[in-house]
């Protein structure tokens, strides 16, 4: 934490950023519960709560490549201002939606779109940019930092949107996440950046060639660096780990009904982010290794959430919440061990020319597997049980820890490393 706080105090453009950020991720707790709550009380399905889980994520990988030329040919900063703007309004719709009488499951569906295609354009500038403010060495401690600000914001925000969906109802909610989106954009724009370098003077330029040989460019990049290493095992952690959420949802909607009780379980899980991410940088392994030690500690507490759950279920006291809170907080603080290193070494394998493509394609490739986590997660918990979705996870994270260590030696991708 003292790293990541010399930072917020040392860094003027650093801290605004970090700032903004932060007050946009107040919309983002309170969606994260109201939006998932709307959809169960709609429809009452796991099956369909995965599906709009899924929506938030495909979209931004089918533009992906759009997306990051666009943030290496464009303002970064803009961007992000832009992609805070659509956010905040297309929040309104639903409640709009709601007063005039159509409000649908598959409007919601509609309003998901767009919120994957706006957070993806700002979460990608933002990963982009952050290499101009902080050193390599510090990249570390500067995307802990951001974990932590926008967690801790979240978590109060999830408590804030528990109470208010319960209180107001869903739809209601919505109207002060999108209030959050819009007061983030003014700190935004006043963020530093190096802007891109224009054509030169008198340059012919046919756009799609350009646009071609930066894509191939930005390729080659992730097939000869360690972020080809950190796809192909990320592909396999985001199938076992996308449907944590999920499974919290619908553990709280089955066995208590509150929604309130939902709000408890993942700020638990998001607490435990918090205190992993305040001592990721002072792991005292490599890089390579945090990330293969952080896959193998998710397996093995997703394991134990599996075989003490069922077990606390019949029990009728605050008991099975305390203890289930608890292993969730466990789960949250081991995930940053594999999160932190897997963003700084991608965002230090390309150059700044090609960085928002690198990062943007990335993203992606990892991003095409959230469906397929939210889908598969979705169904077994409607068949089998949320527990018994857990139990798989952690066979499988448990699984891919021990290969990271036995194929790599505990380190990553080492013979491409260095060229980052």
Do not use: C
């Not at 969606?31 to 931004?60: E, K, Q």
């Not at 379980?265 to 392994?285: E, H, S, T």
């Not at 077990?311 to 949250?332: D, Q």
Request: no cysteine.
């Amino acid at each position: 934490m003292i790293g990541q706080g010399s930072l917020l105090r040392d860094r003027d453009d650093f801290r605004t950023l970090w700032l903004g950020e932060t007050v946009l991720r107040v919309g983002t707790g309170l969606r994260n519960v109201a939006v998932p709550w709307l959809v169960l009380v709609l429809t009452g399905s796991p099956l369909s709560l995965g599906l709009s889980f899924t929506l938030l994520m495909t979209p931004d990988v089918l533009f992906s490549p759009v997306v990051g030329d666009a943030i290496d040919r464009h303002s970064r900063r803009r961007l992000m201002i832009l992609a805070a703007g659509l956010e905040g309004t297309v929040l309104l719709v639903l409640p709009v939606a709601r007063a005039a009488g159509w409000l649908s499951i598959w409007l919601v569906y509609a309003v998901l779109v767009v919120l994957s295609l706006t957070g993806a354009l700002y979460h990608n500038a933002r990963e982009a940019i952050l290499p101009e403010m902080v050193s390599g060495n510090r990249l570390d401690e500067a995307n802990a930092a951001f974990y932590v600000g926008s967690t801790a914001v979240g978590i109060v925000f999830l408590g804030v949107g528990g109470v208010l969906t319960d209180q107001f109802g869903a739809v209601r909610t919505l109207l002060g996440a999108a209030a959050a989106a819009w007061a983030a954009t003014p700190l935004l724009a006043v963020v530093s950046e190096t802007p891109p370098e224009p054509a030169a003077d008198g340059q012919v330029r046919d756009r799609f060639a350009e646009f071609v040989a930066d894509l191939r460019a930005a390729v080659g990049l992730i097939r000869g660096t360690v972020v080809r290493d950190v796809i192909a095992f990320g592909v396999v952690i985001n199938v076992a780990v996308t449907p944590y959420k999920l499974l919290i949802a619908t553990i709280a909607y089955d066995e208590v009904a509150m929604a309130i009780a939902y709000a408890g379980l993942l700020a638990a899980f998001q607490v435990g982010g918090i205190v992993g991410n305040l001592g990721v940088d002072r792991v005292p392994l490599s890089r390579e290794r945090t990330y293969a030690t952080g896959i193998l500690a998710v397996g093995a507490v997703a394991l134990i959430v599996a075989g003490v759950g069922p077990l606390l279920v019949p029990i009728e006291s605050l008991l099975p919440f305390v203890v289930m809170a608890a292993f969730l907080l466990g789960l949250g603080a081991v995930q940053p061990l594999f999160n932190v290193p897997s963003d700084s070494l991608v965002q230090l394998a390309a150059d700044d020319e090609h960085r928002g493509r690198v990062v943007t394609m990335t993203n992606a490739a990892l991003q095409v597997t959230f469906p397929v986590g939210y889908l598969a997660g979705g169904y077994l918990a409607s068949r089998l049980s949320p527990f018994a979705v857990f139990g798989l996870s952690g066979a499988i994270m448990a699984g891919l820890g021990i290969l990271a260590f036995q194929r790599f030696g505990g380190e990553l991708g080492a013979g491409t490393a260095s060229t980052a």
